[in-house]
Structures are given as structure tokens and as C-alpha cells.
């Protein structure tokens, strides 16, 4: 009786197992996520899973930013995913609320007299500095 | 030097070490079969070489390959000069088996091995907490050569948890001194060897009371778990927790069963310790050690309680002396955890959470009933105890893991209790982890309970 039901046990096991490593590869497109991983460099990763367009930015910042400096995140929610990937991949340049500079990617701020313009890949991200630090 | 060579370096370099550690332990009668010791090799290698850099950091020494290695070289030199090596049990016989049955649990587990090891290695750490907690630290410092002096201070409002402890961040700033740049792609192989070794530490724990089938029967189940295998792949620290909790409890229970094995109970401690400098919640593990260590020294035969209690003496002392420095170091930085409040602990506090309990059992079920990312583990483990309730807790073994998991959930709950995040957010996203963290001591419970024959689990006093 025991080993009949140990027996009906494994047999679901295995059935599901089956089922959700289908479901896991084909149903959730992964394979397609793989095929593409796969040809990618490291940096072409990065971009890949953090997106496009943000990740252009993020790297963008990063070749004018200097090391030493600090930078707010405009556009991009406190907490997110996408704020945690930027704070990394941004670092050694620090995330303070009065920074000098100021990284806007999609959205509208006015820092007029406080900060200007200093770089930007177009209208939507732009990254400005504080009057009279660099 | 190619970067794949140095990675195949750095592992070898880290399961070395730990092999080395191994051969200084005290001799046992019963040593560890060929794979275990490999498994336990690496989990012990990968937290001496972090421990390390941490010292190294106290001594106000950079990191650098030469400054990691040398101590290690000069074990491994000692070792070989005096000829000492770690003696391992002999295969059993028909190790390798055969038959139709047996080949399919084994594809099985190759393929979710496998598979582990592609899903780490195709992506970078890309995952939330992985990028968010551990992988900005292991940054910082690698482009500091150290753990800077801010780090404690100006630096610790740039992530979140910096009381976390820094087992696998340090472990990942190793790797990147090894390849020489931050790749955090290929640094992510620490995560699915964790996870071939608690398969491997499970299978031969199993093999050691069981049939070859029922032994591959049990791994092949734990490998199939959908959310244990994701977490081989993501970067957290969960699985790793496992890995050393695991580790500790088998070789603990290896000790209790056997007073006379001294190397089971210290690598037992040391196991534990790396638990707790892993994941905070492994302070639970070691606590959970002591306390079952004291039951079954208490009620056990009187002649034995004396030794009984030196052991339990120097297990908690090589747990102190390990997570000693971390934690003054955290307490002279007054860093405390921010999930955990203090007053929750008062006991008048403590009863106004008792409200917690509901929406904790609701996350819990939530769980239970998940085929997605549990399979059906939990009604199958239930299905076990309730077709054999009258031998669950019969035995040391048995009673040692099934202890263990009700502590641990009690744990657990425990600190959802005293946590000042609400609790429907905290437990939702965190029950399902912690799951993890004692899922094989529950699949390695079922076997006992299932295949256990007592002459083979029961202490010989």
C-alpha cells in the first residue's frame, strides 16, 4: 500500500517536472533569451538585461562623469530595479540627493539656477551640473 | 591567461584550500566519501578565503593574489611535507550501478546540474537583491584593493543591509583579482557548485542508510525543485545558507551518532560559523545546533554528558571565535539590522504580534500548495509523515532533522514577529526563500523515514 502510494507520488513528480521544464524553456521564451545571450559580449549583456536605452545612458554618464563625483537619478524610481542596476554599474560615482550632478532620463525637472546643462544623448536623458562645480 | 583558465584556477585554488583545512582536522574512523569531501572542500574554501580577507582587512593589508595566497601555499606545502592527507572512505560497492531506473534519476540530475550551470553562467548578476546587496560590495571592493574605511560609513547609504555578512561578497571580490577584471558574469559558477554540492552532500549522506536507487531517488528530487535550482542560478544567498546549514547539521548528527567522531563535530562548527558569515539568518543554524547538541547531550546517558558538554563548550567556541570580529566590527560601526525592531523581543511587545501569525500561515500555504516553484514537496513530505507517523521521530537521525526543521520554522516565524516591516510584504516576499534554506534537511528527513533501517540511523552508545 505504502510503496503504491510512494509510487503515484513519483510518478506526479516526474510528470510535473516535465511539465514545468517545457513550460520553463518554451512557454516563458527563455530559449529565445539564451539564443540571444549567447552571442552577446559581457557589456552587450549588461545592456540586453537592463534595456537599451537605459543602459546607453547609464554608459554614457559613466564615460563623462568623473570618479570622484556624486549624481541624483531623475526619471528613474528610488528602489526599483532599474535604480539599483544604475547605482552599480554607475559606482565609484555615489548616489547623493545634493549632487553634482543630476542624471534625467525621461522626465522633466527644473533646477533652473541651481543646475545646467552638460551632456546629453537627446532630449529625454540629459545630465546637467550644479552651477559652479566643475 | 585566458579568462575561462583562470576561473578554472580560482576554483581549484578555493577547493584546495579547503582541502587543505580538511587534512588538519582531527583524524575520524568514518571519513567523508570522495565527493562529499569535495563538496564540503569547496563550502570550507570559499569561507576560509573570505574570512581571510576580512583579516586581512583588520590588519589593514590590501587585497591582492599574493596576500590571499600565500598562507594557503605555505598549508599546502606544510601538508605535503609532513605527509598529511585527508584519508576518504572507500567507495561502496556497485557506486557506479546500473539498470534502466537508476540511468534516468541520474539523467535527470545531470540535466538540472547542467542546466544550473548554463542559466548562471549565460547572464551576468542581474537579479535584485544579487545586484542590490552583494554585488555592489563585492565591487566596492575590488576597485578599493580592500574594504574601504567608508565602506562602515558614507558608503553603507549606498545599499541597503550593510550589517549583511560578507562570506560570498568577498568570495566574488577573490574571483575578481583572479581574472584581473569586475566580470560578473563568470563569477556567478560559485553559485550552481554550491548546488551540486548540497546534491552531492545529500546523496551520499542517503547512501549512507539507503539503497543506490532510493539515494538517487531523493537527490533527484531536490535537484527537480524549481525554486532550489532557480537559486543556483541568481545570484542570492540563500542556496549557499543552505549548503553550509546543511553541511553542519549532517556531519552534527554524524557526531551524535558516533561520540568518538571529533572531526565531524569540529568541521560540523565550522560549517555553521560559515553559515552565519554567510546570511544573518545563519546565526538561527548555529543557535539551532547548540540547542539540539544540548538536548540530546542532556538526555542522553549519564556517562556520556560530560564529554557531552565539552563538545557542545567547543562547538559554540568555534562558532564565536569565527563570527567574533565580524560582529565587533559591526557593533563598533553601529551598524544593526533595520528589518529586526529590539522591542518586539520584550514579551509584552512580543504578544501585541500575535495578529502576525494569520498572514504568516497564509504566505505559508501559498507555498505549500505552489507546484510552480515547489513541486509537490510539501504534501509529499506530509503524505511521508502521515504514512509513517509512528517512526517520524523515532531514532537519533530522525528526530535530529525532523527537530531541526520544526525549529527552523519556528525560527523563522519567530522573526517575522519581532520584524517591524508589515508582515504581509515581508513574509510574501521572503517565505519562499527561506523555504530553501532547510528544504534538503526535509527531503533528507523523508529518506530517513522512508528507506531508514534503525541498526543504520540509531546512535551506537
Redesign the interface.
Known sequence: M?KS??RV??I??AI??AV??VR?LVVKKNMND?RT??SLS?EN??SY??GKRLYEFIDFARARLPENSSYKLIGIENGS?DQ??A??YL??R??KDDADFLLVFDASVDVAGRYRDFAGLDSARRILVKEKVF | MPLLMRLILGVLFIMLSGWNALCLMPRRKDPLYLFEALAISFGLGVGLVSLEMFILYLLGIKFSLLSISAPWLILMAFNLLTRRVYRLSPMPAEWKGSGMLQNIFVL?IS?EVFYAF?RAL???I?S?DA??IY??KS??FY?AGTIPREYFG??AG??PHPDYPLNIPLAETFFYLIFGQL???LVKVIFPIFYLGILSLAYWAIRRFASRLHAL?FTF?LA?I?QFSAYATNAYLDLILSFYYFASALLLLRWLLNRDDTASLVLSAFMAALAAWTKNEGIMYCAINVFLMCVFVFTGRKPARKRGVIAVLVYAGILLAINLPWLLVKAAAHITNTDVDIMNIDPVNFVKQIYKIAPILYEFQKEFFN??KW??IWP?AV?VFL??YKKAFAGTARLFAALSVILAVLGYIWFYMISNLDVRFFAGKTWARFLIHFLPMVVYWMALV?CGDEKDIEADE
Open positions: 505504502k502510494i510512494y507520488l513519483l506526479i513528480w510535473l517536472w514545468f521544464t520553463e539564451y545571450l549567447f559581457l549583456k549588461h538585461i537592463t530595479i539599483r542596476r547605482v552599480y559606482y565609484p555615489l548616489q | 535527470g540535466i548554463f549565460i547572464k551576468p542581474e535584485y545586484i542590490a554585488a555592489i565591487k566596492i576597485l558614507s558608503l549606498i545599499f566580470n560578473d558574469q531517488i528530487m527537480t524549481p507546484p510552480k513541486l509537490i509529499a503524505a504514512l509513517n522512508v
